[in-house]
């Protein structure tokens, strides 16, 4: 069983960087054809996808956050670890860890962590 474990501060001042680290157990985030995925659901809107980085260390961002979102992982750890910079409090969200294998939904999550950005 696949286990993923958000970890990092829950509270981050406008214009800070928001570092957050996800956890693997059960699995090896290089297993062929997965991908590791963040995503976020603001107070009372829908989920959003942020970026994710494949089981061959390539990586793919939102188009909307991009310019903002680096995901890089420590295989050593069985992590990886998502940065959001230049935070506003528009960036307040439950933020989630997620796998995903080719052709299939996300079928593995983290219980998510709350990220609050104020002053």
């Known amino acids: 069983q696949v286990q993923l474990q958000e970890s990092g501060p829950g509270l981050v001042k406008p214009s800070q960087t928001l570092s957050l680290t996800c956890t693997v157990s059960?699995?090896?985030?290089?297993?062929?054809?997965?991908?590791w995925s963040w995503i976020r659901q603001p107070p009372g809107k829908g989920l959003e996808f942020i970026g994710h980085i494949t089981y061959s260390g390539n990586t793919y961002y939102s188009p909307s956050l991009k310019s903002r979102t680096s995901i890089s992982r420590d295989t050593s750890k069985n992590q990886f670890t998502l940065q959001l910079n230049s935070v506003t409090p528009e960036d307040t969200a439950v933020y989630y860890c997620?796998?995903?294998?080719?052709?299939?939904?996300?079928?593995?999550w983290g219980q998510g962590t709350q990220v609050t950005v104020s002053s």
């Open positions: 997620a796998r995903k294998s080719l052709g299939t939904l996300y079928d593995y």
């Open positions: 059960g699995g090896s985030i290089t297993t062929d054809y997965t991908y």
